[in-house]
C-alpha cells in the first residue's frame, strides 16, 4: 500500500512537471529548428544569448529549490500562513535579480554576447535578441516563483496549465513571427524573442488572475514588504548554499559552451541542437526530482522521517529506470534528428550525431543526481553537499580538463564535447555515498520553531 501510495503521489507530481518541462524544452528546440531553416549562423547566435538567460535561471533555480524546501514542509505540516511568508520572501529576491538581467540584456547586449563569442556576425546577430527579450526578464521573476509555491501547494495541474499554455504560445507565435505568417513581416530571430516575450506575458497574466483566488496560498504584500525575520533567517540558511551550488554548476556549465564557442560555428551549431535534444530527453528525469523533492518533505514536515527515508530509497530506483529509459529513446530518435537538422552543413551534422549518442548515455546519471542532490538532499534541509560536490566536479576536473583538451592539446571536438559531459558521472560515487548517511533526515519545521523561540 505504500509503494503504491508512492506511486499515485508520484505520478501526480511528475506527470504535469514533465509535460511542462517538455513544453519549455520544445519552445528551444522550436527555436533552433525554425531559425535552423532560415541559416546556421542564427541558429549559433541565438543559441549563444540563450546563456544569458540560462545565468539568470540559475539564481531563479536556487530561490525556487530555497522556496521548495520550506514550503513543501511547512505545507505537509498544515502552515499555509508560514508558507505565504516564504512565497512572499523568495519574491522580493527573484524580482530584485531579474531586474538586474533585464538592465543588462537592454542596455549593453553586445558585451554579453562578447562574453561567449568573439565572432562578430553573432555579436550582431544576438545583440538586438537580447535587448528584445530583456523585458520577459521581469516577468519570470514573478511567475517563476509563483509557480512553484503552486506545486507545492496542491495545485500542481493549474501551475503546469498556466506555464504550458504560455509555452505553446510562444511556439505558435515563434512561427508566425520568425517567418511572417498570418501577414505580419518576417522578423527572423527578432521574432523568436517578440514570441518569448509575449508568452511569459501571458503566463504572468494568468498567474495574477490566480493570485485572485481566497481559498488558497496567495502572494501578499506583508510579506514581500516586512517579511518574519526566522523565515527569512531559514530561508537564506538552506538558499545560500542552493544559490552558489547553481552558480558554481552553472558557470562551470556556461564555460563548456564558451569553450564549444570558441571552436568555429560548426562545433556551436551541433551543440546547440544537442542541448535543446537533451533538455527534451531529461524531462522526465527533472520531473521526478521536482517530485521527490516536495514527496520527502511533506513526509519530513509531517514527522514522518521513516516513511521519507523509505520513499527516498525506491525513488532513487526509479530515477536509475527513467535514465535508461530516457537515453535510450533518445538513441533511437537519432536518426529523425539527424533529419531535422538537415541544414548543418557536413562537419556540424557529424558533430551532432556523435553528440547525440553522448547525450543518451548522460540521461542516467542526470536523472539519479537531480532525485538525490536536488530532490532528495533539499527536502531535508542539506542545501551544501551539492556545492561541495559540484565545485570539485566543475571547477577541479571538468572545465580544467575541457581547457586543455580543447586549447593545448588541440585534440579533435568530439573529445572535447566528450570530456565536457562526464560531470554527471564523475560525481555518482560521492553522491552515493553521502546519501546513505542519511544526514538529510530532518524536520526543518521543528527547527524553525526552536529558533523562533530562542529568539
Known amino acids: 500500500m505504500k509503494q503504491e501510495s508512492l506511486g499515485r503521489k508520484l505520478f501526480s507530481l511528475v ?35 540563450g546563456q544569458v538567460s540560462f545565468v539568470m535561471s540559475l539564481f531563479h533555480m536556487a530561490f525556487i ?42 542596455l549593453v547586449p553586445q558585451g ?70 498570418l501577414g505580419f513581416p518576417a522578423m527572423g530571430i527578432a521574432g523568436a524573442a517578440l514570441a518569448t516575450t509575449i508568452s511569459r506575458i501571458v503566463e504572468l497574466a494568468l498567474t495574477l488572475l490566480e493570485n485572485r483566488r481566497k481559498d488558497t496560498v496567495r502572494v501578499r ?22 544559490l552558489a551550488n547553481e552558480l ?7 564555460m563548456t559552451s564558451v569553450i564549444m564557442g570558441h571552436l568555429g560555428s560548426d562545433a556551436v551549431a551541433a551543440n546547440a541542437i544537442a542541448q535543446v535534444v537533451k533538455s527534451v530527453a531529461s524531462c522526465v528525469c527533472m520531473g521526478i526530482g521536482a517530485g521527490s523533492g516536495i514527496i520527502v518533505g511533506n513526509a519530513l514536515g509531517a514527522g514522518e ?7 527516498g530509497g525506491r525513488l532513487c530506483k526509479i530515477a536509475v529506470i527513467a535514465g535508461a529509459i530516457s537515453g535510450g529513446v533518445l538513441l533511437c530518435a537519432s536518426p529523425l534528428i539527424m533529419g531535422f537538422a538537415g541544414n548543418l ?22 536523472s539519479v543526481n537531480s532525485t538525490v542532490i536536488a530532490g532528495i538532499f533539499c527536502a531535508g534541509g542539506d542545501t551544501r553537499f551539492g556545492l561541495k560536490c559540484d565545485t570539485v566536479t566543475m571547477w577541479c576536473i571538468i572545465v580544467p580538463i575541457g581547457l586543455l583538451a580543447a586549447f593545448v592539446l588541440k585534440w579533435p571536438i568530439p573529445v ?11 560525481k555518482l560515487p560521492a553522491v552515493w555515498r553521502h546519501y546513505h548517511r542519511y544526514g538529510w533526515v530532518k524536520n526543518l519545521t521543528n527547527e524553525t520553531q526552536e529558533e523562533a523561540s530562542n529568539g
Open 112 to 181: 554579453l554576447m562578447r562574453l561567449f563569442t568573439q565572432e562578430t556576425e553573432l555579436i550582431e546577430l544576438g545583440a538586438p535578441y537580447l535587448r528584445i527579450v530583456s523585458w520577459s526578464y521581469l516577468c519570470v521573476g514573478w511567475t517563476q516563483i509563483v509557480l512553484c509555491i503552486m506545486k507545492n501547494t496542491g495545485r500542481t495541474l493549474r501551475s503546469t496549465a498556466y506555464g504550458s499554455t504560455a509555452l505553446v504560445l510562444n511556439i505558435v507565435l515563434n512561427a508566425i513571427f520568425i517567418f511572417g505568417l
Open 248 to 254: 558554481v554548476w552553472g558557470v562551470g556549465f556556461t
Open 221 to 242: 504584500l506583508q510579506p514581500i514588504i516586512r517579511p518574519d525575520r526566522t523565515l527569512q533567517r531559514q530561508f537564506w540558511k538552506h538558499t545560500t548554499p542552493v
Open 345 to 366: 552543413t557536413d562537419a556540424a551534422g557529424g558533430y551532432l550525431q556523435f553528440m547525440l549518442v553522448v547525450c543518451s548515455y548522460y540521461m542516467i546519471g542526470k
Open 305 to 311: 522521517l521513516a516513511q521519507a527515508k523509505r520513499d
Open 416 to 426: 572535447v564535447y566528450f570530456l565536457l559531459n562526464l560531470d554527471e558521472f564523475v
Open 15 to 49: 506527470l504535469p512537471m514533465a509535460l511542462q518541462n517538455l513544453f519549455s524544452a520544445l519552445v528551444s528546440a522550436s527555436d533552433a529548428l525554425m531559425l535552423g531553416f532560415l541559416d546556421q549562423p542564427s541558429l549559433s547566435a541565438v543559441s549563444l544569448a
Open 65 to 106: 529549490i530555497g522556496a521548495t524546501v520550506l514550503a513543501a514542509q511547512y505545507w505537509g505540516k498544515g502552515d499555509p500562513d508560514s508558507v505565504e511568508q516564504v512565497e512572499g520572501i523568495a519574491l522580493r529576491v527573484s524580482m530584485l535579480i531579474s531586474t538586474v538581467f533585464f538592465l543588462l540584456a537592454l
